[in-house]
């Protein structure tokens, strides 16, 4: 079989193996001492050290490092800003007042964990090892935009998605996270990002949330997501045009 196509289908088959676990989640009865979403993270984290033995990547030494748990603090901040950015753009347009602004700070130790254990299995599932397998035979640009896609596509699976409004956003999210895994070497910046967006970006909410451009995962959402999205993947071209040259 073609390598590229080869790495093409392992990642498709990642993502639908996720699909049945989220189904199976929720299908078996789990003990009442048993978070579902504890659960999940245990078992994506197994499927990795596996996928990480078979295919020989040292992928989990290298990207799953604590050396590089530092990266999960500046990424949460940066990832809280994204969330807030369009909210405050509106403010700034007129669209919305700041009576408009409705802030949350609830803030528990319960909540962060379980934010960031679901968090956590969602980042194994679309930012798994197998990328370092696909990485072999494809770029970091062409894997994050397959990512992209497959993240937005899952999505549909949801019925109440309005993914016209939605999809850009939900796209250049996932192709953000990807590249950013392959940038920093690193599975603590896309955990520290998608952290501090659901997490700390969650807490602010505007009356303008349906906003098809202003609000939650719209248009301007898309806008900043794909901007920073082609920064990175800029920069990862660059520097692998230069090392060629070398």
Known sequence: MNKILKSYL????????????????????????????????????ILNIIYDAVFKLNAIQNFWSLRKVYHLLPAAVGGTIIAVLPALVALGFGSITPCD?????????SSLILSFIIVGWEELWFRGVILNYANR?????????TIGLLFMLVHVLNPEIELLKKGPALFFAG???????FYYRSIWVPCGLHFGNNFFGGMLKAENDHDPFFGGDG????????????????????????????
């Not at 996720?18 to 979403?37: A, D, M, T, Y």
């Not at 999205?229 to 040259?245: E, G, H, M, P, T």
């Open 10 to 45: 392992l990642i498709l088959a990642t993502v639908i193996i996720g699909i049945g676990l989220l189904v199976l989640s929720e299908k078996i009865p789990l003990p009442h001492w048993v978070n579902s979403s504890a659960f999940l993270l245990a078992v994506f984290i």
């Open 101 to 109: 602004l409705h802030f949350n700070f609830t803030l528990t130790i």
């Open 137 to 145: 035979h494809l770029s970091p640009v062409n894997i994050s935009l």
């Open 175 to 181: 192709a953000l996270l990807t590249i950013l895994y």
């Open 219 to 246: 248009y301007l959402s898309a806008i900043i997501l794909a901007a920073i999205f082609l920064f990175f993947a800029y920069r990862i071209y660059n520097n692998r045009s230069s090392s060629s040259a070398v």
